[in-house]
C-alpha cells in the first residue's frame, strides 16, 4: 500500500495550524491577565462611619478609597472629585496614647486634623482636663491649611499654639501630625 504525499502534507498543515491558534489563544490569554493585574479598578467607598470621620475635616466628603498597603484615605466630594488625603496618626502624650486623623489638601498642607481618641487625664471631678481641651477648636483650628513643615509648636519655631496645662499633649500630637505626614506624602500616587 502506498502513501498518499498530500495526506501526509495535509495532516502537517493542521498540525501547524493548530500549533498556531494554541500559541495565539496562549498569547491573549497573558495579555488578558497581565491587563487585569496592571488596570485596578478604583472603588469609591462610603462607609457611614468612615465618612463620618472624613466629614471632620471634610465637610464635602462623599467616597473614598483606602490603600491598604500605605494606610492612606483618597477623599472624593459626592460628585467623585477628588479633594484631598487622610490617614491615622498616633503620638503618645503625658498619660497614654492620642489618635488623630489628619487631612491633606495636597501633598504639602495639612486640610485639618481630629483627634479620634486619647488617654490623658481629667483631673477634675467635673471632667474637665487638659485631656478634654485635645477635641475643642482652640487646639484643632490651628491645624487648618497649615504646610506640613510650618506644623511645629510655636516656641519651636512652628505655627501651633499649645494649651495651657496640655503642653506634653498638643506636642505629642504636633509631632505625630508632622511626622506621619512627611512619610505619607512619600507614599501619595
Known amino acids: ?3 498518499c504525499n498530500y ?16 500559541a495565539i489563544v496562549l498569547l491573549i490569554s497573558i495579555a488578558v491577565i497581565f491587563a487585569s493585574i496592571s488596570c485596578t479598578t478604583v472603588v469609591l467607598e462610603n462607609d ?13 466628603a462623599g467616597y473614598f478609597t483606602y490603600d491598604e498597603v500605605n494606610t492612606i484615605y483618597t477623599v472624593y466630594d459626592l460628585n467623585k472629585n477628588k479633594v484631598g488625603y487622610a490617614f491615622n496618626a498616633r503620638g ?20 485639618g486634623i481630629m483627634v479620634l481618641s486619647h488617654e490623658e487625664y481629667a483631673y477634675d471631678p467635673f471632667g474637665s482636663g487638659p485631656g478634654d481641651d485635645l477635641y475643642k477648636p482652640k487646639l484643632l483650628d490651628q491645624f487648618v491649611n497649615i504646610e506640613i513643615e510650618d506644623c511645629v509648636l510655636k516656641k519651636e519655631g512652628g505655627l501651633v499654639d499649645g494649651l495651657t496645662e496640655a503642653t506634653v499633649s498638643c ?3 504636633v509631632d505625630a501630625v508632622r511626622e506621619t505626614a512627611l ?6 500616587k
Not at 495526506?7 to 494554541?22: E, R, Y
Not at 457611614?48 to 464635602?60: M, R, Y
Open 1 to 3: 500500500m502506498k502513501k
Open 7 to 22: 495526506c501526509g502534507t495535509l495532516n502537517n498543515h493542521l498540525k501547524h495550524k493548530s500549533i498556531i491558534v494554541l
Open 48 to 60: 457611614s462611619d468612615t465618612i463620618t470621620k472624613l466629614n471632620g475635616i471634610f465637610p464635602e
Open 92 to 111: 503618645t502624650g503625658y498619660s497614654g496614647s492620642i489618635h488623630v486623623m489628619v487631612g491633606l489638601a495636597d501633598k504639602e498642607t495639612i486640610r
Open 171 to 173: 506636642k505629642a500630637i
Open 183 to 188: 512619610k505619607k506624602v512619600e507614599l501619595i
